[in-house]
T-cell receptor, first 111, second 116 residues
Framework: RKEVEQDPGPFNVPEGATVAFNCTYS??????FFWYRQDCRKEPKLLMS???SGNEDGRFTAQLNRASQYISLLIRDSKLSDSATYLC????????????FGTGTQLKVEL | NAGVMQNPRHLVRRRGQEARLRCSPM?????VYWYRQLPEEGLKFMVY????????ESGMPKERFSAEFPKEGPSILRIQQVVRGDSAAYFC??????????????FGPGTRLTVT
């Protein structure tokens, strides 16, 4: 079983749609959780940290369920510029402070 | 405030040559991480360093790869006797410290290594 699992997609959605991504992680001792986005295999850019209480940043909402070892990202009113690969990232999944990346979910927002 | 800097951005080496990749962390960051992204794959952790110390090298291949972060100057990832399978994007990230909520890692633009 992979340490961090994501649906690879692609998700093709029309502009303005709401889209949700899910992610599961295998190590219950994992410490911190993040969503990054990566455009065309450029550097990953931090989108947001994820907390058990949930957090929201504009059109983006992230949620963590420690009991189910499940992380989600919701994007509302999607824009063409949201097209990217979204990476679910866990810190401390294998112990220590390294980041463990999911393989990413590809999102394509279309007119 | 400059972000994480990496150079060169693109590096071409022939099989058997050495590759040296450099990374300067963000100002105020003292922790450096190296990750590798092979074609069509996700990012994989290689090594975590603080100044003059290797903290975790569990992701480093056992041979030909080494990393350092000297007291002065950038962090260096060194690959000796490169092979075609080393062709990948190498990303460096830095973070300030490990306090919960302040431990995000920020990535540099990467070095694309091509071995011919």
């Amino acid at each position: 079983r992979k340490e961090v699992e994501q649906d690879p997609g692609p998700f093709n959605v029309p502009e303005g749609a709401t889209v949700a991504f899910n992610c599961t992680y295998s190590n219950s001792a994992s410490q911190s959780f993040f969503w990054y986005r990566q455009d065309c295999r450029k550097e990953p850019k931090l989108l947001m940290s994820v907390y058990s209480s949930g957090n929201e940043d504009g059109r983006f909402t992230a949620q963590l369920n420690r009991a189910s070892q499940y992380i989600s990202l919701l994007i509302r009113d999607s824009k063409l510029s949201d097209s990217a690969t979204y990476l679910c990232v866990v810190k401390g999944a294998g112990g220590g402070n390294k980041l463990t990346f999911g393989t990413g979910t590809q999102l394509k927002v279309e007119l | 405030n400059a972000g994480v800097m990496q150079n060169p951005r693109h590096l071409v080496r022939r099989r058997g040559q050495e590759a040296r990749l450099r990374c300067s962390p963000m100002k105020g960051h003292s922790h450096v991480y190296w990750y590798r992204q092979l074609p069509e794959e996700g990012l994989k952790f290689m090594v975590y360093l603080q100044k003059e110390n290797i903290i975790d090298e569990s992701g480093m291949p056992k041979e030909r790869f080494s990393a350092e972060f000297p007291k002065e100057g950038p962090s260096i990832l060194r690959i000796q006797q490169v092979v075609r399978g080393d062709s990948a994007a190498y990303f460096c990230a830095s973070s300030p410290l490990f306090k919960r909520g302040e431990d995000e890692q920020y990535f540099g633009p990467g070095t694309r290594l091509t071995v011919t």
